[in-house]
């Protein structure tokens, strides 16, 4: 059975920049760590434009956001600023997680300090974090080791310029 995500009026909003997307936020949908690393397959309608599958998308710190093509705004008439209603299932669990360096990067952004340190570490150093994370077996394990990570590195003297994982 599909659990119902949200059904409520949002308004569209845009990223700013040249061809930035236009998107419904779900800012109070706290999903959980692992909206970090992932997207959430959903189902639904924005306004009378039927949704079959969607994918929300993070926006850190546990928000996702849905967005919002440009044929289904000429669909149904708006733009960023007006109000849609916005009613979405999820069709599934959250997909496994992946990493990449930027996933991680806005993880370390959230802990004082420990963005800082990973930036001030060897290329390789960094290479080695992030594959660290990335090799741990189920997406619990993923959510401890960047937890970890982020402790770790935010405790680093100043000047360290070389900190490994565990192995």
């Not at 409520?8 to 706290?30: C, H, I, N, Q, S």
């Not at 004082?112 to 090799?135: D, I, K």
Request: charged share 20%; with cysteine; glycine share 6%.
């Amino acid at each position: 059975m599909p659990i119902e995500i949200i059904n409520a009026d949002v308004t569209l909003e845009r990223f700013a920049g040249k061809g930035g997307w236009t998107y419904a936020p779900v800012p109070w949908f706290e999903s959980g760590p692992k909206t970090y690393f992932n997207t959430l397959r959903v189902s639904g309608r924005i306004d009378a434009f039927e949704l079959p599958e969607a994918q929300m998308m993070s926006m850190g710190k546990g928000r996702l956001f849905l967005p919002v093509k440009a044929a289904i705004r000429q669909q149904i008439g708006k733009q960023a600023g007006d109000s849609v209603r916005l009613v979405l299932f999820r069709t599934e669990e959250a997909a496994p997680l992946t990493v990449s360096e930027t996933d991680f990067r806005e993880c370390l952004a959230e802990v004082p300090g420990a963005l800082a340190a990973y930036e001030r570490l060897t290329a390789a150093h960094q290479q080695a974090w992030v594959a660290w994370v990335a090799a741990a077996p189920t997406d619990d394990q993923k959510v401890t080791r960047a937890d970890a990570a982020c402790t770790r590195l935010a405790h680093l003297p100043p000047n360290a310029k070389s900190c490994l994982p565990p192995t």
